[in-house]
């Protein structure tokens, strides 16, 4: 595997609004952290949406494509990045 390191993000199921957790730590991933791989950001991994962690001590990038299918919602929470 050559591919950069990278996590899976985690849907959160229980919440109210579509929510993303760092694969990482857990820690909840804002919006403005999530990008349409290839569009603001280029990250060299086999993934159309990733996610940077905004924890200090982690900084994961997340990798959000199997999170988002199983995630309603998950199209407004890519929008509102842009
Ligand atoms: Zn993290």
Do not use: W
Request: hydrophobic share 35%.
């Amino acid at each position: 595997m050559t591919d950069t390191e990278h996590y899976h993000a985690i849907a959160a199921q229980s919440s109210a609004v579509p929510t993303l957790l760092c694969g990482r730590c857990r820690s909840t991933l804002s919006r403005g952290r999530i990008f349409r791989n290839g569009e603001r950001h280029n990250f060299d991994i086999n993934c159309d949406t990733v996610a940077l962690c905004s924890a200090d001590d982690c900084g994961a990038l997340n990798c959000c494509d199997e999170a988002l299918k199983g995630l309603e919602g998950a199209a407004e929470l890519i929008s509102k990045a842009s």
